[in-house]
């Protein structure tokens, strides 16, 4: 496995699909992070450093799908894997040694944006004001859920030969993940109540009615359950420093990215390779 792992280390060097992902999560953040600042200044609101530096999260789900479906797919369209399997490598060996690459990519589109926004963001808002215990739990569920997409898309890209099927289907599902996060946090954070204002009399009062499209019951620990496995859904409460449950999120992440090793091992090991 080592071997196989000190060749595709020089691969992942190589990687423009990653590089290209990191530079424009890089650039798009940055930009965001200084009209935070200039918000700030022109009307006098308050930010923090946390609001900024995760910002970046939104896009790892898009670029992730589009560098691992070409790394592992790429194998699979020179007939590099077939050739691994001829000389004696063990299937399992190629697996894991390709989950490890992508998750090499998978932690450098973590880590240099998270470093790079720290850098630009402290001299502009100062340092984390969150208990860094809080902060901490950001940075490992952060690092967890890119380590979801990363084993998501190798399972994917491990089980379908035609690397440019791979990367439609990834990016696919990516925004599909983002959106169906988006969308259950826009009913779960929905208040139960809503007040306006209305002229009874000729005097203006404040009238509190019930929001009828508000979720509750069953279905609502439902959403919350899938909010809480998603990564987009996950994410979401990150983002917006909403999370009900911390533990479930973690051990969630945990368990995806055993389930999809799983299920992906298990499959590759039972593929014909053409």
Not at 90 to 98: G, V
């Given at each position: 496995m080592n071997n196989l792992l000190r060749a595709g280390l020089w691969r992942v060097k190589k990687d423009k699909w990653l590089w290209a992902g990191i530079f424009i999560i890089l650039a798009y953040n940055i930009f965001g992070c200084i009209s935070q600042y200039e918000t700030v200044i022109k009307y006098q609101i308050e930010k923090r450093l946390e609001d900024v530096v995760f910002m970046f999260m939104l896009f790892p789900g898009i670029t992730l799908a589009a560098s691992i479906s070409v790394l592992a797919g790429t194998e699979f369209s020179d007939g590099t894997i077939r050739n691994k399997i001829v000389t004696g490598k063990?299937?399992?060996?190629?697996?894991?040694?390709?989950?490890?690459?992508?998750?090499?990519?998978?932690?450098?589109?973590?880590?240099?944006?998270?470093?790079?926004?720290?850098?630009?963001?402290?001299?502009?808002?100062?340092?984390?004001?969150?208990?860094?215990s809080e902060i901490g739990y950001k940075f490992l569920l952060g690092m967890l859920l890119c380590l979801v997409y990363a084993s998501f898309y190798h399972m994917i890209a491990m089980l379908n030969q035609n690397k440019a099927h791979t990367a439609i289907i990834c990016i696919t599902l990516g925004f599909l993940i983002l959106f169906a996060g988006a969308?259950?946090?826009?009913?779960?954070?929905?208040?139960?109540?809503?007040?306006?204002?209305?002229?009874?009399?000729?005097?203006?009062?404040?009238?509190?009615?019930?929001?009828?499209?508000?979720?509750?019951g069953l279905r609502r620990e439902i959403y919350q359950f899938l909010m809480d496995v998603l990564p987009g859904g996950a994410m979401m409460q990150m983002l917006e420093g909403s999370v009900l449950h911390p533990i479930r999120l973690v051990v969630s992440a945990v368990c995806s990215i055993i389930i999809f090793n799983v299920i992906g091992m298990f499959g590759f090991q039972r593929k014909d390779m053409k």
């Open positions: 063990k299937r399992s060996d190629i697996y894991l040694s390709a989950f490890i690459l992508c998750s090499v990519e998978a932690l450098l589109t973590f880590f240099i944006p998270v470093i790079v926004l720290q850098l630009v963001g402290i001299p502009l808002f100062r340092f984390f004001t969150q208990p860094l969308y259950l946090y826009q009913f779960l954070a929905a208040p139960q109540f809503y007040e306006y204002a209305d002229v009874i009399d000729g005097q203006v009062k404040m009238i509190t009615e019930e929001n009828l499209h508000y979720v509750t």
